[in-house]
């Protein structure tokens, strides 16, 4: 058996957990192109209630080859396999480094959960949160765990502001209180607006990258 | 000011091995170990980057089955080691009133999927974050006496 695998550092893990609806694929769809197009090598888990349906629309639309990405069923309680027993998505991910010996990042999608879920880091390394500007202008007020903890808060779909009216300018100066200063990025991943800050955390705060 | 950019790989071992811990003890006189400080929740990552008590940037990046704990050394050159320091875990300590509070109390505190500790009386929750957005959490038991906060 070869395990020299053991004595080197394996892929990293980023989390993305945040409510349903609130872009989380949208978001790795938006960020797998760029991170694929820099030469960096990926797998992807998703999590889903009972179907494995984030999974399937990831193989079906052409970003990426659809053996790197496995859907896992986690049940009823998406934040159980994030959190007190994620051993569902550890095997899962294990199975891909295994499979794809070079791969240098996995990302891991949350099934849509309330603002308490959490990542544990015994299962990844960095974990994003992801909300939208649709919940309204109060949801930092809310101070769910996961928009407290996470190591990089975003808010999605700025894009939909007028039409939900929520002024976003509000709403980025109470999303920054309640984090105390760790960061928070606001996204439309229909365009594109700011995905490349959340490239460059990721490179920096992940990959290590700029050293 | 120039800031050092450090990279570590490996945990190199502990800063009491025999073999190690005479390295670091001279090191130590010359001031050249540097710390970072880490939460015992933060030591299960294994790709991240920290600042170090000297102010490095270190970027940190360890085999899965690597393990960090107080006083592990992930850099040791002749000019320097690298050691993890762990930040104690904060507790909060709460005396429920009777029987019928603790019950509440057990089951509020399981719901919301909180560490805790029992000792004798006493239910300890384990901090992870901000102290404020537990007591938020616990405002009804605080606030009509069901539940006591011990600070001592
Ligand atoms: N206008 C707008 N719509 C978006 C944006 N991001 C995502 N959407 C839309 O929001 C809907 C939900 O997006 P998803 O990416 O599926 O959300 P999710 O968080 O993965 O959802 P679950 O996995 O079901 O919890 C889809 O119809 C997306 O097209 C955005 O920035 N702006
Ligand atoms: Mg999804």
């Known amino acids: ?211 | 000011m120039d800031i050092k950019k450090l990279k570590a790989r490996e945990v190199i071992g502990h800063c009491n091995d025999l073999k190690l811990a005479k390295r670091v003890e001279d090191l130590k006189k010359i001031d050249r170990v540097e710390y970072i400080y880490l939460s015992p929740e933060e030591t299960a990552r294994r790709h991240f980057r920290v600042q170090t008590s000297k102010g490095s940037d270190c970027a940190v990046a360890l085999p899965r089955n690597a393990h960090l704990g107080d006083g592990s050394i992930i850099i040791l050159t002749e000019e320097r080691a690298v050691i993890v320091s762990l930040k104690k875990r904060q507790w909060l300590r709460l005396r429920p009133l009777d029987q019928n509070a603790a019950l509440e109390l057990g089951y509020h505190c399981g719901n919301l999927h909180w560490k805790v500790e029992f000792k004798g009386s006493e239910l300890k929750v384990a901090l992870d974050g901000d102290e404020d957005n537990y007591l938020d959490r616990l405002s009804s038991f605080l606030g009509d006496g069901r539940v006591q906060r011990i600070t001592e």
């Open chain 1, 1 to 211: 058996m070869n395990l020299s695998h053991y004595h080197r550092p394996g892929p990293a893990r980023i989390g993305i957990g945040g409510p349903v609806g609130s872009g989380k694929t949208a978001l790795i769809e938006a960020i797998v192109p760029r991170l694929l197009s820099s030469g960096v090598e990926l797998g992807i888990v998703t999590n889903d209630l009972v179907t494995r349906e984030d999974a399937e629309r990831l193989k079906a639309g052409g970003l990426i080859s659809p053996d790197r990405v496995l859907g896992v069923e986690c049940g009823a309680c998406p934040h159980t396999v994030i959190r007190e027993d994620p051993t569902l998505n550890i095997e899962a991910i294990e199975y891909l480094e295994r499979t794809f010996s070079s791969l240098d990042l996995v990302l891991l999608e949350s099934g849509g959960d309330n603002l308490a879920s959490t990542f544990s880091l015994d299962l990844v390394d960095w974990w994003m949160f992801v909300i939208d500007v649709g919940a309204g202008a109060d949801i930092p007020r809310k101070r769910g765990p996961g928009l407290l903890q996470c190591d990089l808060l975003i808010v999605n779909k700025i894009d939909i502001s007028p039409h939900v009216g929520v002024d976003i300018c509000g709403l980025k100066k109470e999303a920054e209180e309640v984090r105390g200063g760790n960061p928070v990025i606001f996204t439309n991943c229909r365009n594109g607006e700011g995905i490349e800050d959340v490239l460059a955390h990721i490179r920096r705060c992940v990959l290590l990258e700029d050293m």
